[in-house]
């Protein structure tokens, strides 16, 4: 699946966007942090943007937040 990875440079805050190719959202991210890194940025990601444009959740994510609370 193709998702578009959004984010900033955590350093010079400056917008990063790039469609990835994966299995699930978490090797999307994992795969645009790479590339970020290759390019010198520290990703910050804001949203990971499946088909239909729908904005997506990482099930990692939900699961470190609920043991937060």
């Known amino acids: 699946m193709t998702y578009l990875i959004v984010g900033l440079d955590r ?3 400056a917008r990063w966007h ?3 190719l994966a299995g699930d ?3 999307a ?3 645009a942090r790479a590339r970020a890194a290759a390019q ?4 910050l990601i804001a949203a ?3 088909p239909n444009s729908c904005v997506l959740a990482d099930p990692g994510d939900q699961r470190a937040s609920s043991e937060a609370a």
Request: cysteine-free.
């Open 48 to 50: 990971v943007i499946g």
């Open 11 to 13: 350093n010079t805050f």
């Open 18 to 20: 790039q469609h990835v």
């Open 40 to 43: 010198g940025v520290q990703l």
């Open 25 to 27: 959202v978490a090797r």
């Open 29 to 31: 991210k994992q795969i």
